[in-house]
């Protein structure tokens, strides 16, 4: 099983950059998925971003897209979200989350362990 800790998460004005990292401990097998979701107050939690461990295929949400870039280092077991134009509707509690089936999923019922979260608060 993989555990999943996130950090880099904080507070930062509109238009700041931020970068969270996901450590992940235990085993990585090239088909697994690393994904970012997020959740802000009284809302579902919704995708972000993912990646394909091996491949480095991406896919983003549209409401992402062309501000965050997801990325990993395989030697370090690490996956980042890189975070640029931030606005404050970006401000949510951000989660990795990992799935084992090989394809990239974009509802949070894919992914199979999720991390703790950490706490982004974008401010106008």
């Known amino acids: 099983q993989v555990q999943l800790v996130e950090s880099g998460g904080g507070l930062v004005q509109a238009g700041g950059s931020l970068r969270l990292s996901c450590a992940a401990s235990?085993?990585?097998?090239?088909?697994?998925?690393m994904g970012w979701f997020r959740q802000a107050p009284g809302k579902e939690r919704e995708f972000v971003a993912a990646?394909?461990?091996?491949?480095?295929?991406?896919r983003y949400a549209d409401s992402v897209k062309g501000r965050f870039t997801i990325s990993r280092d395989n030697a370090k077991n690490l996956v980042y979200l890189e975070m640029k134009s931030l606005k404050p509707e970006d401000t949510a509690v951000y989660y990795c989350?990992?799935?084992?089936?090989?394809?990239?999923?974009?509802?949070?019922?894919?992914?199979?362990?999720w991390g703790q979260g950490t706490h982004v608060t974008v401010s106008s």
């Open positions: 990646i394909k461990w091996i491949t480095s295929d991406t």
């Open positions: 235990g085993r990585i097998f090239s088909t697994y998925i």
């Open positions: 989350a990992v799935n084992s089936a090989g394809m990239i999923f974009t509802t949070p019922r894919g992914y199979d362990n």
